[in-house]
């Protein structure tokens, strides 16, 4: 049988012609990935429909049957985000290319932003709004805490800002940030645009756009929404596309400038091409969005709780205990839980990957080795997962010798 050879061979000598051998075998073997439950803080396991819906044969990018498709998307969107603006999208990325999108798109050099920064988050927009040369002023909180409404509105009264960054679901901290409380109303009145990240909460946890007076919130496929990673579902309201038009200057990016994804995506009547949409990848959206919108966002909303209210019966008669002290500060949806003193973290989560199959995380920036996270997102977020994980810790802490509820107490 003769093997055609998959890398051109005779150029190159010695190692290198090895190299070329063993590559060509490893691609002749067929493509084997095992299954995995995905209880990190994401990618979580996309819904079975969202990856068949991948599997539909591609069309171009301007075809009006696809132009269709992403009109469905961003109607899907609308409801998401519970906003009526018309100004929704996806961008091609993950959720940090919705949020370099977000930031490059509001802000113009010299604008200053505050940046609410009680983690991972919003040291990163921090970071990325100085980088396209906004003046950022940080409002800092420990990890695992959130900002209360008075906090934020004070400064707002001070730095008088151009926007206000907040993440909703601090996923590297596992904090939750109340929006509501007319957060909105004080952002407006300081004329101020209200930006949010909703990564990793968008979906699992209650989000009203419009009713909260939020300008700009983006997202992830691949968090609350069963789908792979790969997309980063935006919306603009009615003040923030009058900052993105009225701009002196062009976004220093254009990958992601907003004034062009937005004529791809029909926001200001004609279509142009600004890149190739990703056509597999809105298949997988349009169906995530279809199944949220069959199961319905109060009817997510609560199934996301459920599951964080198992999880959490279970873990605290094993005797363990959350990374946020205050209950309305913990976020459903990634939970961080304090590993416990002469416990061994990562022996855990390798223990949980090759016993049961399931991910579980460490901590991230702040909370590195201090905590596990657990993520209870989109498909993942049902009792027989949670149960699956509970097994796992189980399991993992019994093989480290801990005595469990009874010994937690018990000092050195
Ligand atoms: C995961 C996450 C991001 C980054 O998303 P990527 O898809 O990894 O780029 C941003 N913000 C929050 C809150 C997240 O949880
Ligand atoms: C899997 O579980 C067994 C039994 O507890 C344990 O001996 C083994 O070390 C575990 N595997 C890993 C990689 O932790």
Redesign the pocket.
């Known amino acids: 049988m003769r093997r055609t050879p998959l890398f051109i061979r005779g150029r190159f000598k010695g190692p290198s012609l090895q190299l070329c051998d063993l590559a060509a075998l490893a691609l002749r073997q067929s493509l084997e990935v095992p299954s995995r439950l995905l209880m990190g ?3 979580s396991n996309a819904h079975p429909r969202v990856l068949a819906a991948q599997a539909l044969p591609l069309l171009g990018h301007m075809h009006p049957h696809f132009f269709k498709i992403m009109d469905e998307i961003q109607g899907g969107l609308r409801y998401l985000f519970q906003t009526d603006s018309p100004y929704t999208l996806c961008i091609s ?7 370099e999108a977000v930031i490059a798109n509001l802000l113009e050099p010299g604008d200053k932003i505050v940046v609410a920064n009680n ?3 919003g040291e ?1 927009v921090a970071d990325m709004a100085g980088r396209f040369r906004a003046e950022v002023v940080q409002l800092r909180a420990p990890a695992g805490k959130t900002f209360s409404t008075g906090e934020l509105k004070a400064a707002l009264e001070e730095h008088k800002p151009a926007a206000l960054f907040l ?6 901290t596992g904090a939750h940030q109340a929006l509501g409380d007319g957060l909105g109303a004080a952002c407006r009145a300081a004329g101020a645009l209200l930006i949010v ?5 968008l979906g699992g946890v209650p989000f009203l756009g419009d009713a909260w007076g939020v300008d700009a919130a983006y997202t ?4 609350c929404l069963s789908a792979p ?1 790969g997309a ?1 579902p935006l919306f603009l309201g009615p003040r923030a596309i009058e900052k993105l038009r009225g701009r002196g200057t062009k976004p220093a990016t254009y990958n992601l400038d907003l004034n062009l994804i937005g004529d791809y995506w029909g926001w200001f009547g004609k279509r142009s091409y600004h890149h190739t949409g990703m056509v597999s990848m809105w298949y997988a959206m349009r169906e995530a969005l279809a199944i949220a919108g069959d199961e319905g966002l109060e009817a997510m909303w609560a199934r996301h709780s459920q599951a964080h209210r198992d999880l959490w019966e279970g873990l605290r008669a094993l005797g363990l205990e959350p990374f946020v002290e205050k209950d309305a500060d913990r976020l459903i949806t ?1 939970n961080t839980i304090k590993v416990p003193p002469g416990i061994d973290f990562a022996a855990l989560t390798a223990h949980a990957m090759a016993n049961f199959s399931v991910e579980i995380s460490g901590g991230l920036g702040p909370t590195a080795g201090k905590v596990w996270r657990v993520g209870l997102m989109g498909a993942n977020a049902t009792p027989a997962s949670v149960q699956v994980v509970l097994a796992a810790f189980r399991a993992g802490l019994a093989a480290q010798g801990w005595k469990g509820a009874q010994a937690a107490p018990a000092t050195a």
């Not at 992830?220 to 968090?223: D, L, N, P, R, Y």
Request: proline letters at 9%; a neutral charge; glycine letters at 22%.
């Open positions: 803080p994401g990618p990325g993950t959720g940090h290319a919705g949020m983690g991972i988050w990163r993440v909703q679901g601090e996923s590297s990240d909703t990564v990793a909460s992830g496929s691949q968090k990673p980063a990634v």
